[in-house]
């Protein structure tokens, strides 16, 4: 089952007034992964316009997917790097050892 998400769009909330700018907006919607299934202008006015757009969503959580199951698996630990980010020894201790 699919799960949606959903947006009102309204050339008076928008402020669009050119169709440059409506036709960039609308590429952004779709870059965006937005899906108009509704669009509705004004006779001879395609800048006053309402629609409707939608995208796809997704549950937080599915039971079995591997994706989220590799997520949650514990990372395995890699020694530390030597390296000027390495922590500086406490004042008053000696460096450890160099090895050679």
Do not use: H
């Not at 009102?8 to 669009?16: C, D, G, R, V």
């Not at 001879?44 to 997520?71: H, M, S």
């Not at 698996?73 to 406490?90: F, G, I, L, V």
Request: charged content about 25%; overall charge negative; proline content about 15%.
């Amino acid at each position: 089952m699919s799960l949606w998400e959903y947006k009102i769009l309204s050339s008076q909330q928008l402020q669009i007034n050119s169709l440059t700018i409506l036709e960039s907006f609308l590429n952004r919607l779709g870059r965006d992964q937005w899906e108009i299934v509704s669009w509705q202008t004004e006779a001879g006015n395609p800048l006053n316009f309402q629609g409707l757009a939608r995208r796809p969503t997704f549950p937080e959580w599915i039971p079995g997917d591997p994706v989220r199951k590799a997520a949650a698996q514990p990372k395995p630990t890699e020694p530390a790097a030597k390296d000027k980010d390495s922590p500086r020894p406490e004042a008053g201790q000696p460096p450890p050892p160099s090895p050679d």
